[in-house]
């Protein structure tokens, strides 16, 4: 409403306001959610390409709004990382995903993604030491998703990261090929698993070089010894190129949904894992 004839301003300074409004109202509800128990884990099976058994489930939160519905933590992760939530958010999947595995078959791991900020503002050693305490989850069944930005950061990660893998915790190095520094991440820090982004799994079969990069991928792991989940697989065909490229697992709505811990045991009797 600044000056006449500039029709933009008078448009757009009342929808930033609003976006203000709304933002703010989100991070005081964010503030409540994990007292209120608004947020919930849901699990996202990994099948392994060469046993064809399901092997773990990724923890993925959500975040059910009082009036929003289930809001996306594309929308809700980085208002935790700005407003520190994070720290305490970030504990409680850690915690409630050991928990939760705890009752799983013995064969069956859980992933749970970690923020960079959780490094820098809190003591993730000390969360996961905790969690597997008082859950009694054999450490070999937690891995810990960590993105390349993570390692770049911050300088005592790449510390922390090898005292969780001291205590038997494996370290996956999530959305590879996505960031810029994916080679260099992987000579600083001797991860267990590398996670193939989705947008390369997708494209396999119609650009050749995504296809390329996915076989590149497959290959650099294999020499590194290490093991590879190609994420976002939905069809067949992609499948079937993967498990062909040796490619060790896999994730995505082909083998199932993120679903609640509710629905794991009749996923897995399904999936005839015992
Ligand atoms: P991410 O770790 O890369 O997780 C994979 C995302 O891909 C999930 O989205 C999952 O639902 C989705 N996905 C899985 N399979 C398919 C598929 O076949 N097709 C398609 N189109 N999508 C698929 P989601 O659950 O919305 O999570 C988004 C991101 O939010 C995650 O990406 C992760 O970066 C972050 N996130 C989720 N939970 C947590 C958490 O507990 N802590 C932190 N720090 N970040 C989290
Ligand atoms: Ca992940
Ligand atoms: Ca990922
Ligand atoms: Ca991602």
């Known amino acids: 409403a600044k000056r006449e004839g500039r029709g933009t301003f008078r448009l757009y300074e009342p929808k930033m306001d609003e976006e203000r409004l709304a933002r703010r109202a ?3 509800d964010l503030a409540r959610a994990v007292e209120a128990g608004e947020l919930e884990l849901f699990y996202q099976p990994i099948f392994d390409l060469r046993t064809d058994l399901v092997v773990g ?19 809700f992760i980085p208002i935790a990382e700005e407003t520190g939530l994070i720290g305490p958010i970030g504990e409680w999947v850690i915690q409630q995903a050991c928990h939760q595995a705890a009752n799983w078959p013995a064969s069956i791991k859980v992933a749970v993604n970690l923020s960079p900020v959780q490094f820098k503002t809190g003591d993730v050693m000390a969360a996961v030491t905790h969690a597997l305490a008082s859950s009694g989850l054999p450490a070999e069944r937690l891995e810990l998703e960590v993105t390349e930005s993570t390692l770049l950061d911050a300088g005592a990660v790449g510390d922390i990261l090898q005292q969780v ?8 190095l999530d959305d590879f090929g996505t960031g810029y520094a994916s080679m260099s991440s992987l ?34 792991a294999r020499r590194l010894g290490i093991a590879t989940t190609a994420e976002g697989v939905e069809t067949e065909e992609q499948l079937g190129v993967l498990r062909a490229a040796g490619c060790t697992t896999a994730q995505g709505y082909l083998i199932g949904k993120p679903m609640q811990a509710e629905h794991i045991p009749s996923f897995l009797v399904q999936s005839e894992v015992h």
Do not use: C
């Open 57 to 75: 489930f990724e923890g993925l939160l959500r975040w059910r709004h009082a009036r929003h519905g289930l809001v996306s933590p594309h929308e």
């Open 165 to 172: 893998k001291t205590l038997g915790a494996t370290i996956a």
């Open 187 to 220: 000579r600083s820090f001797p991860f267990d698993k590398i996670k193939i982004d989705q947008s390369f799994v997708q494209e396999m079969n119609s650009s050749s070089g995504s296809a390329a990069i996915v076989y590149a991928t497959l290959d650099l």
């Open 26 to 28: 989100l991070e005081r």
